[in-house]
């Protein structure tokens, strides 16, 4: 994984606004950031569809939401000791096209994509992660029980008021 | 190409709001949508990478900014008589990762993405064809002259506030 991996990948703080972190992606044409807490933990993946999908529901400007609620976390993640076709099925069964690499003590070491990986897939394997990515969505476990995940709350409108545990006895809402 | 494109492919009218598009592209799971006017033709498309670009940075609401202003246009487009190599080359060499395909009477029939073509590809094809959507930038064609591209202008928060035409014999601004 050292070998395909991008380890030129760029941070943003998780109280960065959504404005903040477009302009890192589209500035150095990378379309995922890693975030970092205040600790400089990293605790979420910022993408293009993420933004697409929790972003952009709620109705506000860029600059008036901070990239925490809007990224994917926990932080998805594969060993660097994982080999090509296992870090293709992770990010086939998650729905996602790209995922941090971490090394052994659990520091985000590169970000890998379906892109990059296609290098290394039969032309078979390629199609199937790729479809995969149109058909399925990544979950946001609810970080206070860990057992529910965040489903979106809409009002009449259809904007996103609040994204709330499914879990019936977890009352987190963000 | 017919075999291969998406004919269940979704439009919205170039006045509806980012907010309106978003939400038909993720109730559909749908990443791009195609475009019309009042008049019912097609004039663009719509996609994740083209809201990155040109709707974030103008940190304004979802519901304020028309599609018009985010859209790829003119329209993105190849024939349905092309072949798989040729629609393959059209989106690497313009930077997109879909477009429409038009019959011979110019009419939108379906869309068709690198996902769809990479299935009909050899791995070389692939590899480079996924690779060019990161690196290059669809251009958008100045709609008054037909010679410059649009390129933002920045105040000095860093929020586009208009894309100006390049040509300087030309004034067009949105």
Redesign the interface.
């Known amino acids: 994984m050292e070998k395909i991996m991008n380890t030129n990948y760029r941070s943003v703080n998780e109280n960065s606004s ?2 903040d972190a ?2 890192i ?2 500035e150095n ?1 990378l ?1 995922g950031l890693i975030v970092k807490d205040n600790e400089g933990k990293d605790v979420g993946l910022i993408s ?2 993420s ?3 929790r972003f ?2 709620r ?5 008036e939401v901070q990239i925490k609620y809007v990224m994917r976390k926990p932080i998805p993640k594969v060993p660097s000791s994982y080999d090509v076709r296992d870090a293709a099925a992770y990010l086939s069964e998650n729905g996602l096209e790209r995922c941090a690499v971490v090394d052994s003590t659990g520091k985000v070491v590169g970000i890998i994509t379906l ?1 990059d990986l ?2 290394y897939l039969s ?1 078979a394997s ?2 199937d992660v ?2 995969s ?3 399925k ?1 990544y979950k946001h476990l609810c970080p206070k029980c860990g057992v529910g995940v965040l489903v979106p709350v809409y009002d009449q409108k ?2 996103i008021k609040v994204f709330r545990c499914s879990n019936p006895a977890c009352d987190y809402e963000e």
């Open positions: 959504v404005f477009v302009k992606m589209n044409r379309y293009e569809r933004i697409i999908k952009i529901p109705n506000k400007k860029p600059d892109t296609s290098r032309r390629i199609v790729l479809l990515h149109r058909t969505d259809g904007e």
